[in-house]
């Protein structure tokens, strides 16, 4: 991406527009939580989001966002629990299309570009600030660890000396991402380092050339089969939100992961504080519930840390030993490994 087309992208978060906030209501995760759509209005765009919160202890002086995957949504209540139990304020967002934020009008999960979804971080980062947080810690899983990173990389490209008067206060007014914690961020395509310099390029040329396509699996995945509790796993969230056989994967989709995978290498380093928690080993390829949980079953972890080193310049990276591949979802012993990580790095934090 040349250092043009990069400033082209950074302008884009200097749009004028307008943030809605609907009524708090009692979310479904229990009297603790409540959710809030978040209506964001611009000349060109429109689009809802919903913000999760989990109640504050008195003394949360900083807040953390949640940033969810693909085909999935914000469920990991004791996530939340644990965290404000460390006196974070915890909120969690459902991007527009996904979980709470699906609507009748709009394709499950579908986007033209990954970066429409700068506008719920724009408008989940203003409504933390306006409640009294000046600063956030931003914790991604998966497809939310590439778009957190891609725009955090936009918010320090606009952050500098003569930014216009609309931009700056757009970014005065959201709170100040302050760190990154990264479960095992989807940087990279799910093959080996090798196979990724042969087949990314061919994959972006169909997907360009055929984008209108989308490809739906009727069979449930084996990833699915080992976490909801309906088949072998111990949890039990939504099917409907995070369907056990995935929403139809667009051609569009990958070419956007893809288109933004490569900005994140070719832009400047993410500068911020960055924990990346990963699992010990890559079990994509296993047929069974047993063999996959034994590790992640979706993403490589050489490709995956291959492009951490490229993209982030003040990395810490956390291997998590028998680690699913959203790490808080791992039998109990292991979760317990990767909330300790996240919790010894956020208390180094300054």
């Known amino acids: 991406m040349t250092k043009d087309l990069y400033t082209i992208a950074a302008m884009k978060l200097s749009t004028v527009h307008t943030i809605e906030s609907s009524i708090k209501t009692t979310d479904h995760l229990g009297d603790a939580f409540t959710y809030r759509t978040l209506t964001f209005r611009s000349n060109d765009r429109f689009s809802e989001s919903t913000l999760v919160q989990h109640q504050p202890k008195a003394t949360a002086s900083r807040a953390i966002l949640y940033l969810h995957g693909y085909t999935d949504y914000f469920f990991q209540s004791g996530l939340a629990e644990l965290l404000t139990e460390q006196d974070w304020a915890f909120y969690a ?45 931003i914790l991604a899983h998966s497809t939310g660890g590439l778009i957190a990173s ?34 095992s961020p989807f940087l990279a395509l799910p093959f080996s380092p090798q196979t990724n310099k042969r087949v990314t390029s061919v994959i972006h040329f169909l997907t360009t050339t055929l984008p209108f396509i989308s490809k739906h699996s009727n069979e449930v995945n084996t990833y699915s089969k080992s976490i909801h509790k ?65 590790g992640d079953g979706v993403l490589n972890i050489d490709s995956m840390m291959n492009a951490a080193n490229q993209i982030y310049r ?29 919790s010894v790095w956020l208390d180094q934090l300054p």
């Open 314 to 342: 003040n990395l810490e990276t956390k291997k998590v030993e028998g680690g699913y591949h959203d790490l808080y979802l791992s039998p109990e012993h292991i979760r317990k490994n990767y909330i300790a990580s996240i």
């Open 150 to 183: 891609r725009f955090i990389q936009v918010i320090d490209a606009v952050q500098k000396p003569g930014t216009d008067k609309q931009t700056s206060r757009l970014l005065e007014n959201m709170a100040t991402v302050s760190g990154l914690i990264l479960n």
């Open 93 to 137: 967002i459902d991007l527009q299309g996904y979980g709470r934020s699906i609507r009748p009008q709009q394709p499950e999960n579908r986007c033209r570009s990954l970066s429409v979804y700068h506008n719920d971080l724009i408008s989940a980062l203003t409504t933390i600030k306006k409640e009294g947080y000046e600063e956030c810690v």
């Open 230 to 294: 309906h088949y072998e796993g111990q949890w039990n969230y939504r099917l409907d939100w995070k369907p056990a056989n995935g929403f139809p994967l667009s051609f569009r989709w990958l070419r956007e992961v893809i288109k933004t995978q490569r900005e994140l290498l070719e832009a400047p380093q993410v500068s911020l504080p960055t924990l990346m928690c990963h699992s010990d080993k890559t079990t994509r390829h296993e047929k069974s519930c047993s063999k996959m949980t034994a």
